[in-house]
Nanobody
């Protein structure tokens, strides 16, 4: 069983930055072999992929965050991060951490990010 806990959300002005963290419980070995990602869900919209980082370190970003967001992982701490720069009001959403250990998918409880104009 894996539990994921996000932190680092908050209110920021447009153009500002936030760093989200997602800490996982369970064994470090299990964490190391899972692909990890960040998703977000804005009010009235479907949950969408923001960025993923595989167990091997391959990274992919959604087009709308390329050049602004950076995903990283620190396996020894069972933690992934999302550095968000140049934030826009349209980035406002609940951000969720995801761990893929197919066929099992784990989700965190989410952290609110609000960007004011």
């Amino acid at each position: 069983q894996v539990q994921l806990v996000e932190s680092g959300g908050g209110l920021v002005q447009a153009g500002g930055s936030l760093r989200l963290s997602c800490a996982g419980s369970g064994s470090t070995f299990l964490f190391n072999v899972m692909n990890m990602g960040w998703y977000r869900q804005a009010p009235g919209k479907q949950r969408e992929l923001v960025a993923v980082i595989t167990s091997g370190g391959t990274i992919n970003y959604a087009d709308f965050v390329k050049g602004r967001f950076t995903i990283s992982r620190e396996n020894a701490k069972r933690t992934i991060y999302l550095q968000m720069n140049s934030l826009k009001p349209e980035d406002t959403a609940v951000y969720y951490c995801n761990a893929d250990f197919s066929p099992t998918i784990y989700w965190g409880q989410g952290t609110q990010v609000t960007v004011s104009s």
